[in-house]
């Protein structure tokens, strides 16, 4: 059974749909390109599989021994607010709450997890500084480290690059696929179709026709084959 | 001076007084961080003008004991207010702002009606601006604020780590399996009696500064939750400390001059916040 598996799933708002029925499953490290224009949904799809959204039709199951407040999740914007004081170890410590359960402190091992997280995401040296004067890259592998602490199987990543620099983007992109060489199952929305054609496995494209399949399918297909001669006209163009 | 100082500690009524006053502003402080950052700063005077409006209710009614219906509406009214948060259509500030002015209209229009005390401004005023009841507090309500006091309290400090990840994402605490809404359930409504109690000590008018002052000075000079918290609070005592000292020196009344305490506090910290930011970048 897969990890996740989508069966004709609408998503919308206040029981207005806006995706046509989606389908798709995700197996265990997977790294999963969710592609498609601004405003059709991928955003919108990601918080239904977070369980934020109800979903209007259709069904999500969890299967192969994922639970689904087993997923670490990088939102696209957090609504953090410019003065919130909170030091790098506060947060990724939080990513941590969820296996906290009513448990009021963080234990040892989980004090650990954290340190392990933020060495990992090379942001160690920063545990003490606050999260509001870091550059925009560091803060997203802050919140990177967040989300592995609370997963050690799926990661759901909205835009992580967005808004970062060329040089911190590749790096960003090398981290993520490090993880998913290392097992873990990657989920990820993404405007950048060439990183995710090249990255990806499988790749989800939302629009007008929804497409799933494999990265060799998608180069296959039409939506794939429109992206690829968009890229040769720039390419031509910018020569 | 000190003579005079120590003579008035001898007074029940003043030791009463400052342990109260220093709980009560205790309490404010610490969950007063959380609703800075979640912009709901005004939910103080929203749920304290909530208060006022329930309490003419309970006049009207001649209720002997008006916290009977105070504060389940408060409660009430601060879950509502804390649960419109994200995904509504009224936002949190202007949803406070109509409840709080509906109420507090309410509540005057129902005692002007109906009330039959001769001094109706002068009920509303000492409401408003809290009277000098709280140097009247009888022994029965001084117990039952420290019982309450030492419960929030509790809740904050084994509900720490919860409330810091709620109050810094809501949605990733949501995914990742913590009970998000649970814990603004309880944030609301430990609120609502934080705010009845201290409408005894400042009045609804001021409540809003219990709650503002300490959490915007430490915001100035600290970096992480946890220092922010803890300074926050060690701010609230010892200014209320020093204003209800003063007030019962100079004669001036109790909540007015909490709060002009903690407005020059604020000041210091701002001051001080300042410098050590141009020290560091002058370095
Ligand atoms: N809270 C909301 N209530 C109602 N409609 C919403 C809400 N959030 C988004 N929408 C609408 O749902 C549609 C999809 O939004 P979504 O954020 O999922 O797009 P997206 O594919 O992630 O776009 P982008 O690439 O810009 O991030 C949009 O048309 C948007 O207007
Ligand atoms: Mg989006």
Do not use: W
Not at chain 1, 40 to 67: A, H, N, Q, V
Not at chain 1, 87 to 110: D, H, M, T, W
Not at chain 2, 24 to 53: E, M, N, P, Q
Not at chain 2, 166 to 182: I, L, Y
Request: glycine share 8%.
């Amino acid at each position: 059974m897969s990890y996740i598996t989508v069966k004709n799933l609408e998503v919308g708002y206040e029981r207005k749909t806006i995706t046509e029925p989606i389908n798709f499953k995700v197996d265990k490290q997977d790294y999963l390109c969710i592609v498609g224009e601004n405003g059709t949904g991928k955003s919108t799809l990601m918080k239904t599989l977070l369980g934020l959204i109800r979903p209007i039709s259709g069904e999500i199951t969890f299967g192969d021994g994922l639970k689904a407040n087993e997923i670490g999740y990088l939102p696209q914007q957090t609504v953090v607010q410019r003065d919130f004081p909170a030091s790098v170890k506060e947060i990724v410590l939080s990513g941590c709450q969820g296996r906290a359960g009513f448990r009021p402190f963080y234990n040892k091992e989980e004090k650990m997890l954290a340190k392990e997280n933020m060495e990992r995401m090379g942001i160690g040296q920063l545990a003490d500084h606050c999260y509001r004067e870091l550059s925009g890259g560091q803060q997203q592998r802050v919140l990177l480290a967040r989300a592995l602490c609370a997963t050690r199987k799926v990661l759901l990543l909205d835009e992580p690059v967005s808004g970062l620099d060329p040089k911190v983007t590749a790096e960003m992109y090398d981290l993520i696929k490090n993880l998913n060489s290392e097992g873990i199952t990657v989920i990820m929305i993404s405007h950048d179709i060439a990183a995710a054609v090249k990255y990806a496995t499988h790749i989800l494209h939302i629009g007008n026709n929804i497409f799933y399949g494999s990265r060799d399918e998608y180069l296959e297909s039409d939506e794939g084959k429109f992206f690829l001669s968009n890229r040769e006209e720039g390419k031509k163009n910018a020569g | 001076m000190l003579d005079k100082l120590f003579t008035y500690l001898q007074h029940p009524i003043v030791v009463k007084a400052l342990i109260v006053g220093v709980l009560i502003s205790l309490c404010s402080s610490l969950f007063g961080v959380t609703l800075v950052l979640k912009r709901y700063s005004f939910i103080g005077d929203g749920l304290s003008h909530v208060a006022f409006g329930a309490i003419a209710i309970a006049t009207v009614f001649n209720l002997t004991n008006n916290m009977l219906l105070v504060l389940p509406v408060t409660v009430i009214c601060a879950v509502l207010l804390l649960k419109t948060g994200q995904n509504t259509k009224i936002k949190g500030d202007a949803a406070i702002a109509m409840i709080s002015v509906g109420a507090l209209a309410l509540g005057y229009l129902i005692m002007n009606v109906f009330s039959t005390s001769a001094n109706i401004s002068g009920d509303v005023c000492s409401t408003l601006f809290g009277s000098t009841s709280i140097l009247t507090l009888s022994t029965t309500e001084v117990v039952l604020c420290i019982v309450l006091s030492v419960v929030v309290i509790a809740i904050f400090i084994l509900f720490y780590n919860k409330i810091f990840a709620v109050t810094f994402d809501e949605n990733f605490s949501k995914a990742s399996g913590v009970r998000a809404n649970a814990y603004n359930f309880l944030i609301a409504v430990v609120i609502a009696v934080i705010i009845v109690l201290a409408m005894n000590l400042v009045g609804s008018l001021l409540i809003s500064a219990l709650i503002i002052f300490p959490a915007l000075s430490a915001m100035r000079l600290f970096n992480s939750f946890r220092s922010v918290t803890v300074f926050s609070a060690v701010f609230a005592v010892i200014c209320s400390l020093l204003g209800l000292i003063i007030s019962i020196l100079a004669g001036t009344p109790v909540g007015s001059t909490i709060v002009a305490a903690d407005v020059v506090a604020f000041l210091i910290c701002c001051i001080i916040g300042i410098a050590v930011k141009n020290r560091a970048s002058s370095h």
